[in-house]
């Protein structure tokens, strides 16, 4: 089992930023990938980023392309997501997970894939 807890949400004004923390704690040896999903008020949830372990590859979804950057701490089994010029839009629960090494090449994309999940942060961006 691999627990996630996410930290660094809040209220920002468009225009700001914020910087959200994912602490990966348990059987992280097990890790291929880890990424972020957001779901909005009546919204289903969708997917924002992603990183595989090994820190080589990140993918993002157009919405946040140029926006938003992933990044693993390298001393410890910490993801982050900084967020800049932050839109109302951007409003959501956001929501780490993980994924477990596969036999096969998984979509980083789909929710369905991700063995593990946070409890959710919410961020809020005013207009």
């Known amino acids: 089992q691999v627990q996630l807890v996410e930290s660094g949400g809040g209220l920002v004004q468009a225009g700001g930023s914020l910087r959200l923390s994912c602490a990966a704690s348990?059987?992280?040896?097990?890790?291929?990938?880890m990424g972020w999903f957001r779901q909005a008020p009546g919204k289903e949830r969708e997917f924002v980023t992603a990183?595989?372990?090994?820190?080589?590859?990140?993918y993002y979804a157009s919405s946040v392309k140029g926006r938003f950057t992933i990044s693993r701490d390298n001393a410890g089994n910490t993801v982050h997501l900084q967020m800049n010029s932050l839109k109302p839009e951007d409003t959501a629960v956001y929501y780490c997970?993980?994924?477990?090494?596969?036999?096969?090449?998984?979509?980083?994309?789909?929710?369905?894939?991700?063995?593990?999940w946070g409890q959710g942060t919410q961020v809020t961006v005013s207009s």
């Open positions: 990183i595989v372990w090994s820190g080589t590859s990140t």
């Open positions: 997970a993980a994924m477990d090494n596969r036999n096969w090449t998984p979509s980083l994309t789909m929710r369905a894939q991700y063995d593990y």
């Open positions: 348990g059987r992280t040896f097990s890790i291929y990938a």
